[in-house]
């Protein structure tokens, strides 16, 4: 039996893709039974690096997924339209959906799991989240007996490798972008890696997964790393820390709410995600029975994020060779929530953290005590507060705080701004206690 595939999109991913279907040989035995189909391009005329015949190529994307003779499309054109139509039209014809669109999957999973059920197919998207880690399957299934108390990651590459070289080199944020860009490790537009964005879509699909319920995706804080400086780097370093873009999802105690959040934070350097570092992404996930797991590896790139793909695209392969229905055979990770309830996500300010302050004050006696005197008012306890330097009759602070509410935090924060005693506020960042 010979199953046919139909490919959205021949860039880096979708030509990954197209690399491993045309070179079964020595690979398992049941990508022999996958034939390429169909692909849809942007360009005919385009050069390409791997051998396709030309009567594969299209410009006509709606006509794969139409198309009686495909069983299942792959999509990896990325973005939100055409994707998501051409998914739901794919649905609609029957056919089985295998994807690494993070987006579609966090903003519209539920429309589409719906579709999904009505029309008895699958959709798979293991390469939606940390590009070849297999992190959906193990989660849903080998993990899934557990009461998942926190989902932690390091999931996006292009900011781990910007935060990695601020460490390493002690460079500014803006150069190292740069940089990053003119390697190919970020985007031309860098807002959805840097401002956090594409890690809040993967993190909602993890929560989705780990605590059973639907996730609005506005729902999930969002901060990203832009005023991350060399100066907090290197102040991180000497207390004991390092500073990463950290993707939460957590269950709070005793209650039916979870923590839902992206921002950049300092972890400490014994932390088993401290030494994640480059393109690299890792999850760690944290439960009863079973405790911490960390799953590590490339977090994107053309032959992990292809590997993840086509590991779907054969498990389907593995089920439509059996006789009975598929949803008796392979656990679906977005059926199994697609008529769930919607989790309830805590608003930040309720949440307890530790905080890294750094700002510049007036240097003259009683200020550390004034200082003190707004932290107690707001129950603040801390941790450390060291005296960095002096410049220009301003004295540079670094505080660390214990654990605290995150709205009172913010009033001290409000109220250190109108001090006269502090001239500016230079970086506010969490602290993983």
């Keep these: 039996m010979v199953f046919k595939v139909g490919l959205l999109g021949l860039g880096t991913v979708g030509t990954g893709t197209a690399k491993i279907l045309l070179d079964a040989a020595q690979r398992h035995p049941l990508l022999q039974t996958l034939e390429i189909h169909k692909v849809g391009v942007r360009s005919l005329d385009k050069p390409r690096s791997v051998n396709l015949p030309e009567m594969c190529l299209t410009t006509d994307l709606e006509a794969i997924v139409t198309d009686p003779d495909i069983d299942i499309v792959v999509e990896v054109i990325g973005g939100l339209e055409p994707a998501r139509s051409l998914i739901l039209e794919a649905i609609e014809d029957g056919k089985h959906v295998v994807t690494a669109n993070k987006a579609i999957i966090s903003r519209y999973g539920n429309e589409i799991a719906e579709a999904a059920k009505k029309a008895g197919v699958y959709v798979l998207y293991e390469a939606a989240v940390g590009g070849g880690i297999p992190v959906i399957q193990p989660l849903q299934q080998a993990l899934g007996v557990n009461r998942i108390d926190a989902v932690t990651g390091i999931i996006n590459g292009t900011t781990n ?176 929530h697609a008529y769930s309830d919607y989790k309830t996500i805590s608003p930040m300010e309720e949440l307890e953290s530790r905080f890294y302050l750094r700002l510049m004050v007036k240097d003259r006696p009683g200020v550390i005590g004034h200082l003190g005197e707004i932290f107690g008012r707001h129950h603040l306890s801390l941790e450390s507060i060291v005296q960095i330097g002096l410049q220009d009759s301003l004295a540079e602070l670094v505080i660390v705080t214990h654990e605290v509410r995150e709205g009172e935090f913010q009033k001290a924060i409000a109220v250190l701004k109108d001090s006269a005693d502090v001239d500016s506020i230079a970086s506010v960042l969490r602290v993983l206690g």
């Design 161 to 336: 490798y910007i935060l990695t070289r601020m460490q390493s080199e002690g460079g500014d944020f803006a150069p190292i972008l740069a940089d990053a860009q003119a390697l190919g490790y970020a985007e031309a537009d860098p807002t959805a890696d840097v401002d956090g964005l594409d890690a809040a879509d993967k993190i909602a699909i993890l929560a989705s997964i780990a605590f059973g319920g639907k996730i609005r995706r506005e729902d999930v804080f969002t901060e990203g790393i832009r005023n991350v400086s060399a100066s907090d780097v290197d102040y991180a370093k000497t207390l004991g820390f390092v500073i990463k873009l950290l993707a939460i999802a957590k269950q709070n105690p005793n209650a039916d709410t979870i923590q839902l959040r992206v921002h950049p934070t300092l972890v400490p350097l014994k932390h088993p995600l401290a030494s994640v570092n480059d393109v690299n992404n890792a999850v760690l996930v944290e439960g009863d029975p079973i405790g911490q797991v960390m799953l590590y590896g490339p977090g994107a790139g053309e032959g992990p994020t292809a590997s993840a793909i086509v590991s779907d695209v054969m498990a389907i392969a593995a089920t439509l060779h059996m006789e009975s229905p598929a949803e008796e055979k392979l656990p679906n990770p977005l059926l199994s």
